[in-house]
């Protein structure tokens, strides 16, 4: 059964400042991995997506990299904003319909 | 619509009550999932459809809850006989038609649903 763990649970940094996210998962035969953004009250919105053939996928200032023989996942996001302040949440599965979910990591850019 | 839509956002009810949220997909999109998010957890997978195959129901926690789509297109999640551990938000989202590990999700904002 896939786990997936997020490290840390929040984090608090000031604008301009670059930060990495880790997402860990159990297991390696992952067939994808994605990035999602919550906001309060909101529901979910897919950042990124890596395919397990890739190792990496940029959009803007976010780019996240996937190592499947580690079991690991990172979002780097480049000069954050206030407005970068959400629940970073990140997924993966095992093929088939079903993504596995971290409990995510609260992310806070301070003015 | 624009996005993927759900009704009510807000639901109270009391214990042993019967609810039903609804999720209205992106047009078009074929694949439609029920996600539940308890507070301090992850995102827990319910059901999912893929146009006219059966749903995979794998994800249902108890008998008490069912999943119905009509027509390929509008969801109702329905819960018997809630209980208070049934309190949390209940995310709908839809995609092209892939799966859920091939192609992004799109979720709407989702139903809270409240026990008492």
């Known amino acids: 059964k896939q786990e997936v763990t997020q490290i840390p649970a929040a984090l608090s940094v000031p604008e301009g400042e670059n930060l990495v996210l880790n997402c860990s998962f159990t297991?390696?035969?992952?067939?994808?991995l994605q990035w999602f953004r919550q906001d309060p009250g909101k529901g979910l919105t897919s950042l990124l997506l890596?395919?397990?053939?890739?190792r990496e996928q940029t959009s803007g200032r976010l780019n996240a990299s996937l190592d499947k023989s580690s079991g690991r996942s990172t979002l780097y996001i480049a000069a954050s904003q206030p407005g970068d302040s959400a629940t970073y949440l990140c997924a993966g599965g095992g093929g088939g319909n079903k993504l596995t979910f971290g409990t995510g990591t609260q992310l806070k850019v301070e003015l | 619509g624009a996005g993927v839509s759900q009704s009510p956002s807000n639901k109270v009810t009391e214990k042993g009550k019967d609810v039903e949220l609804r999720c209205d997909p992106i047009?078009?999109?074929?694949?439609l999932y029920w996600y539940r998010q308890s507070l301090g957890q992850g995102l827990e997978f319910l059901i999912y459809?893929?146009?006219?195959?059966?749903?995979?129901k794998s994800g249902l926690p108890s008998d008490r809850f069912s999943a119905e789509r009509t027509g390929g297109s509008v969801s109702t999640l329905t819960i018997q006989r809630t209980q208070q551990e049934d309190s949390a938000v209940y995310l709908c989202?839809?995609?092209?038609?892939?799966?859920?590990?091939?192609?992004?999700?799109?979720f709407g904002s989702g139903t809270q649903l409240s026990v008492l």
């Open positions: 989202a839809s995609s092209a038609g892939q799966g859920a590990t091939n192609e992004k999700l799109f």
């Open positions: 459809f893929q146009g006219n195959s059966a749903p995979d």
């Open positions: 297991d390696s035969a992952i067939y994808n």
């Open positions: 890596i395919q397990s053939s890739q």
């Open positions: 047009s078009g999109h074929t694949a």
